[in-house]
């Protein structure tokens, strides 16, 4: 994480981390961005690009969708998928050159030619993928054309210059997106293989594209929106579509349950650092209101009450395990009440036998 210091005396209770501190990965990130690029003469203060990212984030600008749907390990597996994001060759698809494949002669052109490079690829480990699949999509309601025309500039500014790809957009969902299906293996040699601090790098740079496009777009982590639980696997995801308890719900219930029955809370390190950490945020964002709280300026005062109401609506930090803790005591609660009723109701139903008796 870029430490940068501060102009701001030491000591002080208001001294905390650089402003992107707060839409930062905990990862390095892999280059520096515009709002992470102080001003020189006030490396404190809030410099233009910041100031525009703070707006999008408490003004809740639609933020992207950028997913690594999986990768593709033998030929058969990756014939397939470029079968599919064509829909069998119905669906145009754009290389990596601009060229178009129309059809099914162009997608079985595609198919043989990365068919012919995995042939040649022989240093490639057998469980060593041919190409990484991704998805980029935005909320319903997105011009589309706008999408695609993103998705083609993100992935030349990322991929063109090193990695074979193809891209593909579907209509067919009520939000607009786009298949990009790219080549493993670079030209340089190098296999692709993104860290956690790429895919943020590569979710800003596609709404950067966006918003060059008058699209409205954000691409901040969870922490940034007060939210600490991470995403379930489609794995996990699939299971319980299929009404099998996956075992990381199996443990995570057992664990609570026994913590829940015995009265007695667990202590987890990543507790406490998870609360820092929110707080930490939460803090940055009310120190920066109170700076264009004291500006003067009208429209500073207005996106402060704005950043004080966005921290107002956090959600309280809650993990998974909160979260399931919370589901079992309810229901421990529920059915002591319903037990205590179905007893008060037994006592009812005595003195009413107990007076017709009489």
Known sequence: MNRRQSSRPAGLAS?????SYVWETPNRRPRRAEWDVPDPAAP???TPAMRAKLERIVRRAPE????????????AHLKS???????????????EQG???AGRSGLKDLQQRWEDDAGLDNKRRRDGSLSVNIILSMPAGTDAVAVKDSARAFAIETFGYNHDYVFVQHLDDKHPHVHLTVRSLGHDGKRLNPRKADLQAWRERFAGELRLRGIAAEATPRRTRGRVRKADRGAVLALRKRKITPDVDRL???EVLSEVRGGRAA???????????????RRRYLDYAAELQRSGVAADHVLARQIR??????PTVETRRHALKNELSELTNTRRRGGEQGVDAELRGHKRDDERTR
């Open 99 to 101: 060229a178009t494949l």
């Open 252 to 254: 995570a219930r057992k």
């Open 81 to 95: 998928h470029l079968a599919y994001i064509t829909r069998n060759g119905e669906i145009d698809g754009e290389t």
């Open 267 to 281: 202590k987890h390190p990543w507790d406490e650092q998870i609360k820092g950490r929110q707080d930490a945020i």
């Open 44 to 46: 404190g203060r809030l």
């Open 15 to 19: 001294e905390l981390p650089p402003i």
């Open 309 to 314: 109401q966005f921290v107002k609506d956090m």
């Open 64 to 75: 992207v969708m950028f997913k690594i749907t999986g990768r593709t390990k033998s030929v």
